[in-house]
């Protein structure tokens, strides 16, 4: 069973190349981010914060990228996605992120991402790059909702319906279910359907906002709430970087079966887990506005105890499947394998920082410190980044039919790990100290840490590097076997 | 144990059991192949048992940490405590530079333009207490200080180019 045509090949190229690209380029930036706290690498706040809302907004896009493509390349293989519409979704994106680029680098727009009106307004930067800011995320939001759209309209197409679709049936009336005949979602439809409803939600609110703020723009006079801005905020950017984990973990239902050879079917607790995550990932976001007193009382223990549950269905299905998936499997470790494996790791670790946080009294320590970038970085550079590379270099490893030699392995994964393991310990140790994030020049420890930081992420970039030009030699290096990946489901 | 050490510590315990997790099901795949459907058998019976532990886990935290919330009871607002106004704006805070040891006391944290954080170091540096300070209200911060000395607040929530710089240092105790 061959499962892939060449558009959707090329499709998932152009999405998770692009992605991969913008990642790369951006952990340079990221770099010269932590150079400069460390002191080593002169900036002018009115430039670092200019590079770090270019950071910011660029990783997230490209990631979201990556995980656009890679599902679009699994859901393409049992649902019909038409390629015209990606090209233009994409083309709305790009177009957004030149804007972004351009905002930020040309205008020095340092909002950040995660904007907080009416902060758009009051910077010191050009008037004219709040605007190509706001436009550019619009783009990008009308870009991301046209694939949700797509996505979720294939999704329903294919398994009958909302109720087909989440597997209703199947969970409350087996035997009617069986007896029907109708297809069953494969495990990676799961985060096809919650990106593609909750990400509507949240392109809706992002909407919205973009909508008031582009008003607010053109108009000064317009008034806008600031507690209901940061709730708009806060849902949309939340849910977007939650989105991209998912997404992106859609990627190990297929790529764990066929690394080791097992099968991997949708099951009762599989589907009651997505059902699950679906809705946390929703009322998670409360938990950025523990320190808005204001914020009505319930919200925020709503936030807790949604962040604390959604480590259930994430650990109890997706984690513990794929370790049944590994246990005594005798997988082989090709690079492709090691990436993947160890994303589950650093999704994991990252979650662990990300509860510690999500507690209201030690977010009291934690709230707006590097704890906060820490966490996230362990779970966007060691989980997603790594789902992506890992996916990447399975596609490479079945088309080439050629494994990485062992000493090669280690030194990409000594390099790669060990200096993520420093990059990132960096971040957690200033952050539990109290060193805020996003300061051009931080307090002490901060400095300090921020040079052993830099050192570890140089190492890391090295580790990135070494696996690239391995990826271009597994690319280029072999004649292609029979011009097709073999990438199937079940191995 | 100051509370970043207690913070570390308890990251430390949690990410390295669940590395040791995923460092042992690595090495199996060196230990003789299982059918996958013996695996499954054994798999789903400590699934179970994850489940259960972990939902009573969480819900028991949850439940623990709900009497150290930061939020202001409504007889707290009503004790005595003296009403400490704070203003946040690009780049500084509007507040008095001594205050007393001991006494309660209520801030209340507003803005004049955008979205600031009034964070509170104690003299040995730690982040004691915080809140946002958002135009259009006022957040209600209640903080008994124990220690005389040099504290210094920081704005904690980005606010444009000069965010780092913003802080204030004020003494409690003396005169
Ligand atoms: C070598 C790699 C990287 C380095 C050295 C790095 C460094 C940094 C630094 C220093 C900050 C600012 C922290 C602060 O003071 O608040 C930052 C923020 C951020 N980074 Fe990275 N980063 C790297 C890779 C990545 C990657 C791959 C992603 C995403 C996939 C990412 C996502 C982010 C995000 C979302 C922010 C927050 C921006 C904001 O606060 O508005 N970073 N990074
Ligand atoms: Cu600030």
Redesign the pocket.
């Known amino acids: 069973m061959l499962t892939s045509d060449n558009t959707s090949r090329r499709v998932m190229a152009l999405y998770m190349g692009t992605g991969l690209a913008l990642?790369a380029l951006?952990?340079?930036a990221?770099?010269m981010?932590?150079a400069s706290?460390a002191g080593w690498m002169p900036m002018s706040p009115g430039q670092f914060y200019a590079v770090?809302?270019l950071?910011?907004a660029v990783?997230?896009v490209?990631?979201m990228l990556c995980g656009m493509g890679g599902l679009w390349f699994l859901m393409r293989r049992q649902t019909s996605l038409s390629a015209a519409t990606t090209l233009i979704t994409y083309a709305c994106i790009a177009a957004g992120a030149v804007a972004v680029i351009a905002a930020t680098l040309f205008g020095g727009f340092a909002g950040?991402?995660?904007f907080l009106a009416p902060l758009p307004f009051h910077g010191s930067w050009p008037y004219w790059s709040t605007g190509a800011f706001l436009v550019g995320m619009t783009l990008i939001t009308i870009g991301w909702m046209a694939w949700c759209m797509q996505m979720l309209g294939a999704v329903l197409r294919a398994y009958g319906g909302a109720l087909g679709a989440l597997a209703w049936d199947f969970v409350w009336h087996r035997k009617a279910f069986d007896a029907s005949g109708k297809p069953l979602p494969p495990p990676e439809a799961f985060p096809a359907l919650m990106a593609g409803f909750d990400g509507m939600l949240a392109g809706m609110s992002a909407m919205l906002l973009g909508v008031a703020l582009v008003v607010r723009w053109l108009d000064a006079r317009v008034l806008i709430n600031p507690l209901w801005a940061k709730n708009l905020t806060y849902f949309f950017a939340h849910t977007y970087?939650n989105l991209i984990i998912y997404m992106l973990a859609a990627l190990i239902y297929v790529g764990l079966p066929y690394a080791t050879g097992r099968k991997y079917h949708t099951s009762t607790a599989l589907v009651v887990g997505w059902w699950c995550s679906m809705l946390l990932t929703l009322t998670n976001y409360f938990h950025h506005l523990y320190m808005d007193f204001v914020q009505p009382g319930p919200f925020q223990y709503l936030g807790e105890l949604s962040s604390y549950l959604s480590a259930v269905p994430v650990t109890v299905v997706t984690i513990f499947s794929a370790l049944m998936l590994v246990w005594r499997s005798g997988m082989k470790w090709t690079l492709g394998a090691i990436f993947m494996y160890t994303g589950l790791i650093g999704w994991v670790v990252g979650g662990i920082g990300a509860e510690i946080d999500a507690t209201v009294p030690f977010n009291v320590h934690l709230h707006n410190t590097?704890w906060?970038?820490a966490h996230?970085?362990t779970y966007?550079?060691g989980g997603?980044?790594l789902f992506a590379v890992g996916w990447v270099f399975l596609c490479l490893e079945s088309r080439s039919m050629r494994r990485t030699g062992a000493l090669l392995r280690w030194l990409i994964g000594l390099l790669t790990f060990g200096g993520m393991a420093v990059?990132l310990m960096g971040?957690y140790c200033a952050g539990a100290y109290g060193v805020p994030?996003?300061?051009a020049i931080e307090p002490p420890p901060g400095p300090e840490l921020a040079k052993i930081?830099?050192i570890g992420?140089t190492v890391?970039?090295i580790g990135f590097a070494l696996a690239f030009a391995e990826g271009v030699r597994l690319r280029f290096g072999y004649p292609d076997q029979e011009g097709d990946m073999r990438i199937e489901q079940g191995g | 144990m100051s509370v970043a050490v207690k913070l570390l510590v308890m990251f430390l315990v949690f990410a390295s059991a669940a590395i040791a997790i995923f460092l042992a099901v690595a090495y199996s795949t060196h230990l003789p192949v299982s059918e996958q459907h013996d695996v499954q058998q054994h798999g789903y019976a400590i699934r179970g048992r994850w489940f259960l532990a972990l939902v009573l886990f969480l819900i028991a935290s949850f439940a623990a940490s709900i009497p150290f919330y930061p939020y202001m009871s409504a007889t707290a607002a009503l004790a005595p405590a003296r009403k400490v106004p704070v203003i946040a704006e690009q780049y500084a805070f509007i507040m008095p530079s001594r205050l007393p040891v001991d006494k309660p006391i209520i801030f209340e944290v507003t803005s004049r333009d955008v979205n600031h954080d009034f964070g509170i170091y104690n003299p040995q540096g730690h982040l004691i207490a915080q809140v946002q300070a958002m135009p259009d209200y006022t957040n209600y911060l209640r903080v008994i200080f124990h220690a005389p000395g040099q504290y210094t607040a920081r704005c904690l929530e980005?606010c444009g180019v000069g965010h780092a710089i913003m802080a204030k240092t004020f003494t409690v105790g003396g005169k």
Request: aromatic share 18%; hydrophobic share 60%; proline share 2%.
């Open positions: 990642t951006m952990m340079f990221g770099l981010l932590r706290q770090l809302t950071h910011g990783v997230i490209a990631l950040l991402y995660t970087a590097l906060v970038p996230f970085h966007l550079v997603c980044v990059f971040f994030r996003r300061y930081a830099s992420a890391m970039i | 980005y």
